[in-house]
């Protein structure tokens, strides 16, 4: 079964302090996996994606995620937080199936808060 | 590059109506995706369309359909409308598959 969890629904950090945002998934497959970001009354923006190539993904933004398989995690982290990253982050994982299809699952998502 | 477009931007059906939601794809991508995300919710997968057929579906009833024409767009159609069906519905596109989808700013929809 496809399933994502994304741990916390609220995060808050001070500007220019680590961000941490945290994803687990399931999965019957070799995932896809990726992080969108969601800015408020904008449309869905991919972050970065992981797609079985190197399991350190760096994004756009300074974000980067590492693909751990022993954990099943995924999470998206940023060295520096900045005023504009405060949005909604949401992880996702795509399996594909036999005779070509394919499934996406969406995290219920994470709202960060950057304090200045 | 114009991006994905969506039309209409707004809409309120009434129960037990039925709707035909569109989407233009960028030039280039033959996938197009379908999603429903309610308020406070991340967004729910509906459909994906590749060259024309289906090729993944959500846990969705069969009030809703879709399809993809030869250039490529693509309609959502929801049956007897219900009040639940509210939501933003969300259009993304790619050139295949549903590696790095592109979305649209989506079609709010409103059931009373």
């Known amino acids: 079964a496809q399933s994502v969890t994304q741990l916390d629904s609220h995060v808050s950090v001070s500007e220019g302090t680590p961000v941490l945002l945290r994803c687990n998934y399931s999965?019957?497959?070799?995932?896809?996996l990726f992080w969108y970001v969601q800015h408020p009354n904008k449309g869905l923006q991919l972050l970065l994606k992981?797609?079985?190539?190197?399991?350190l993904v760096k994004g756009i933004n300074g974000f980067e995620a590492e693909f751990k398989k022993s954990e099943t995690s995924f999470h998206l982290t940023k060295p520096s937080a900045h005023m504009s990253d405060a949005a909604e982050y949401f992880c996702v994982v795509s399996d594909r199936y036999s005779g070509g299809y394919q499934k996406v699952t969406f995290g219920t998502g994470t709202k960060l808060q950057v304090i200045p | 590059d114009a991006g994905v477009t969506q039309s209409p931007t707004h809409l309120i059906k009434t129960r037990g109506q039925h709707v035909t939601l569109r989407c233009s794809p960028i030039?280039?991508?033959?996938?197009v995706s379908w999603y429903q995300q309610v308020l406070g919710q991340g967004p729910q997968f509906i459909f994906q369309?590749?060259?024309?057929?289906?090729?993944g579906r959500g846990n969705f009833p069969d009030r809703f359909s879709a399809r993809q024409f030869p250039n490529y767009s693509s309609e959502l159609n929801v049956n007897a409308l219900l009040l639940g069906d509210s939501a933003l519905y969300l259009c993304a596109s790619s050139r295949t598959g549903v590696h790095e989808q592109y979305f649209g700013p989506g079609t709010r929809l409103t059931v009373t």
């Open positions: 369309y590749y060259e024309k057929e289906e090729r």
């Open positions: 992981y797609t079985s190539a190197a399991t």
């Open positions: 999965s019957s497959y070799s995932p896809s």
């Open positions: 030039s280039g991508h033959k996938s």
